[in-house]
């Protein structure tokens, strides 16, 4: 197998031998030692270029026997086409499906962030939060306050950059005439620096753009290509924000899209103090943003450690600098406080993908690797059966001369042909459902493949290059050239050995498709409880939409709402429009301590005071279709001059107002016990954030009567497709106010079926993986079954004329398949079992042990067992026994 051949250093030794025995005749002669050498080396020749010659020689017959297996492998694959299209298409749905998954996994949770030295960049994250403030989150957020105090004078850092989105969506932006949203940031002057992210055009912030709060803006390149077709004059272009002009003067790296979790920012400004650009789209209190006011910790802070500086030293030495800064402007700390405690978290990747995306992911990566392991069994088990009827080829060539390496090296080039089709065409399936796992997912960052999916995916098809060649040639080698010659039809199927591989395999195959079929049944079974789960209003004909306008005072919003609804209703087909400060249907809603009466009520077996709470229009209820149970709705005389009214839903009544008439009590915020509202109505539950909660209690406040006024969502209610009223209602807007675009329209029915997005897309592509794996299964046993028909010809021959009758070969063929694939499914349920308790955390309204996801996927493999074994079993039924032994 390893012939031993002439190699450079053989030669240089053949030629120095040579020219030793030249100049010892030439001594003998009578010539001097270095006469001699000299005559020797003049007779022989340019022993450089000698040496050359052998050299290019070896590698040009390498190259010419490399060329000579190529042309002869792919002459052996062209002459068996079904079996190499067929190994290529199963090795790229399997290779790509892996590649698709883990592009998404690769750039959702192992990507780091793509600046400068990212191993060195962290979040920064605190505890025991100062009670005194707001905040965004108790855990993530910092008031600028505690900033600037660790970028002026902590240590640890170098250095510390800070941002915030400028809404919890995207916000109003124009550029030319037409108003669009985008998601932008407002951030420190260091941010691009800080973090090392070029800008191939223009220039980004400095700490004096932050000082003066300078009108300008820098794109992100992908809103670049996409809004401005990659224009380079767009420098020194104006680029309005929530109507405020910017000039555009940087564009940032391609694959930078910021810094903040889950999400893909297309433009970022220095900090700002307008009102209309306030962090978060909060409306400033008293005139106060979040610049000035130390109370309201809202920016996410992320550094860079120090050059010589740990984690531990860096946060030992900011840790005194922070709990300074983070008490100034709240007054005297309760007794019982604790201090805030900073900390860091790795910037591996964007935050809080791996909450949203994590499980999902890592649960699909599993089963695309059983989906490949089928895929690779298949392909093994057809390499099998294609050589198994190439043994006597094999055995030819042995006995002509052919030795073990150059079968291995047949083999390889064979598997080489067939593993660079599959990869090529993988990648291309791989591209393809990448972007539709992106879409299904919304996820928002790049998913473009880089260097570790190209890695990744060579490591697979190398794995699958060395299995398909080394398989079977260990089936080739197994038996010499005699045997080989031998061997006949009728002898064929007693090679046990042989049959067993290819049992194991199908065996195998049959319990991971148990598996993939006992998960997939279980997803697809929460997908239909979900979507079949009362929400409690009549989600046809509702269409949502946002809009922020540069609102100065309350009455300027009340007055500007009030317009737009009265306008809205005007509109044909249009029944009901309302609005709302906190869309439904979004997982957001505002929480807090509420007064009965004014008093915290009394709650039985620990229960919650929490109540959630929303700001509404009038006719909020009517518009959603909930059904009122007491009282009324809010009407158009609910106003600000008007007594203040509140709606509670039917477990703010059981929780707080127990066996009594809801109607006429008191409600109102516990920090605000001057702010009392009557409760006029009472209204049925009803799922508010998602689809998958359950009641709380919940009250509503008319948003005429509330002193804070910003952006709402305006709900409407028409006649016909919802969607179809939109081009009305952007019209209607503009009319009011040219910089206004809608924020987000979407159906209501659609904004509930966000909330169960990841639920959708894992049930859909498990659905979907079951059914691949269903399919590579019935042609696996197809093709072990249709192989072992074809080597049992004569067997069957002599036993049909020995008396056997066709229903006695077809039970031969079935009972085969069934064997086969009861102890695939005996292997498979525990399996499953242990995947359904996996999965039990993403189950809803169905049990692990579902004994219908169960029966469902015994049935289905039966169901293709039988399928792929039908026509080998009806090719034995009509063999020819007098045509089969004559052909022995």
Known sequence: MFRRKRSAKDFEEEIQAHLELEADDLRGEGLSEGEARRRSRVEFG?????????????????????????????????????????????????????????????????????????????????????????????????????????????????????????????????YGAQPETAEGDTVSGGYFSGLGVKLPLGRGFTDEDERTHAPIVVLSHKYWVRRFASDPKVLGQTFHVNGAPMTIVGVAANGFEGTEAASSTEFWIPFQSRPELNAYGNAPENGKTFINNPKWWCLHLIGRIAPGMTHARAVAELQPVFQRAASEGLGTPKPEEKLPVLSFADAKSFPGYDEEYGKPLRMLMAMVVLVLVIAMANVVMLLLARNAHRRREFALRQALGAGRGDLFHQLVTESILLVTAGGALAWAFAVMATRLLANWAHIESTLAPDRSVMLFTLVVLTIALFVFALIPLRMVLASGAEQALKVSSATAQTDAGRSRTGKIIVTHQMSLCLVLLVGAGLLVRTLRNLESTPIGMQLDGLVVFGVKPDIKSVPQGVAFYVDLMNRLRALPGVQNVTVMEERIGTWWSNNFNMLVDGKLPEVANGAARTVRNNTVGPKFFTTLGVPILEGRDFADSDTASSPRVGIINEEFARRFLPNQNPLGHLIGPADLPSFQMTIVGVVKDHKYRSITETPIPMAWFNYAQIPMIGSMHVEMRVSGPPLAILPSVQKTVLEIDPNLPLLRPITQRAQYDLTISNEILFARLAGFFGLLAVVLVATGLYGTLAYRVSMRTAEIGVRMAIGARRGQVVWMILRDSFRLTAIGVGIGIPLAMLVGNALASSLYGVKPMDAASYLGAMVAVGVVALAASAIPAARAANVNPLRALRAE
């Open 46 to 174: 340019n022993v450089g270029a000698a040496e050359e010659r052998f050299y290019m020689k070896d590698r040009w017959a390498a190259l010419e026997n490399a060329i000579r297996r190529v042309r002869f492998a792919w002459r052996s694959l062209a002459q068996s086409p079904g079996f190499t299209i067929t190994a290529i298409l199963t090795l790229a749905l399997g290779v790509g499906a892996n590649t698709a998954v883990f592009s998404v996994m690769n750039a959702v949770l192992l990507r780091s962030l793509p600046v400068e030295d990212p191993e060195r960049v962290v979040y920064l994250r605190t505890s025991n939060t100062p009670s005194s403030v707001g905040t965004i989150s108790s855990t993530e957020t910092f008031s600028y306050v505690v900033f600037d105090a660790l970028r002026r004078e902590g240590k640890g850092l170098a250095p510390v950059m800070a941002f915030a989105p400028l809404s919890n969506d995207k916000v109003s932006v124009r």
